[in-house]
Antibody
Framework: QVQLKESGPGLVQPSQTLSLTCTVS????????VSWVRQPPGKGLEWMGA???????DYNSALKSRLSISRDTSKSQVFLKMNSLQTEDTAIYFC?????WGQGVMVTVSS | DIVMTQTPSSQAVSAGEKVTMSCKSS????????????LAWYQQKPGQSPKLLIS???TRESGVPDRFIGSGSGTDFTLTISSVQAEDLAVYYC????????FGGGTKLELK
């Protein structure tokens, strides 16, 4: 069945770079786009960006300058890298193909 | 960027009540070539990932109870729960996928 699972550090220092991995199963990355969505504590959902089935990417204009999404199809993994983290980037980070979602990973930005 | 606006932000309800919530987009989500509205509704309960309820503005996902009804076209959309159950207390988000993706701010259903 379709599964997505996020992994990465739970704590990141301010101004540092966040690196997250989404490992998927039950579908092919070359047939589906994968998005990253985040949710600050107690707040709503924010679409961050996506990598399309063909490998091209789209980003939320508010995050575009700091965000990079890539993938390794041989490992069924999608990667998120975001630099210059601040406390307001504290959130649960989800990967999703919209019908299916990972459980999310909580990332806290703090010194 | 397409902006999605949901109202109300929260609503207190009693079991058995009919509930409606609104979602408005800053531009039309109706694609003329296929006459489809690129609008989805999600339900999110505390501590859980969002769950897709409805896509194409009105198509329920498999297993979603028929008390959840999506309607609307163009820029104005509505999610109706015909008779709210206790398990429906959650936050509901609309999402456009006409041009990448954008979520609305959510409507929280609470117990009256």
């Amino acid at each position: 069945q379709v599964q997505l699972k996020e992994s990465g550090p739970g704590l990141v220092q301010p101004s540092q770079t966040l690196s997250l991995t989404c490992t998927v199963s039950g579908f092919s990355l070359t047939s589906n786009s994968v998005s990253w969505v985040r949710q600050p504590p107690g707040k709503g959902l924010e679409w961050m960006g996506a990598i399309w089935s063909g490998g091209s990417t789209d980003y939320n204009s508010a995050l575009k300058s700091r965000l990079s999404i890539s993938r390794d199809t041989s490992k069924s993994q999608v990667f998120l890298k975001m630099n210059s983290l601040q406390t307001e980037d504290t959130a649960i980070y989800f990967c999703t193909i919209h019908r299916y979602w990972g459980q999310g990973v909580m990332v806290t930005v703090s010194s | 960027d397409i902006v999605m606006t949901q109202t109300p932000s929260s609503q207190a309800v009693s079991a058995g009540e009919k509930v409606t919530m609104s979602c408005k987009s800053s531009q039309s989500l109706l694609y003329s070539e296929n006459k489809k509205n690129y609008l989805a509704w999600y339900q999110q309960k505390p501590g859980q990932s969002p769950k897709l309820l409805i896509s194409w503005a009105s198509t329920r996902e498999s297993g979603v109870p028929d008390r959840f009804i999506g309607s609307g076209s163009g820029t104005d959309f509505t999610l109706t729960i015909s008779s709210v159950q206790a398990e429906d207390l959650a936050v509901y988000y609309c999402e456009q996928y006409y041009d990448t993706w954008t979520f609305g701010g959510g409507t929280k259903l609470e117990l009256k």
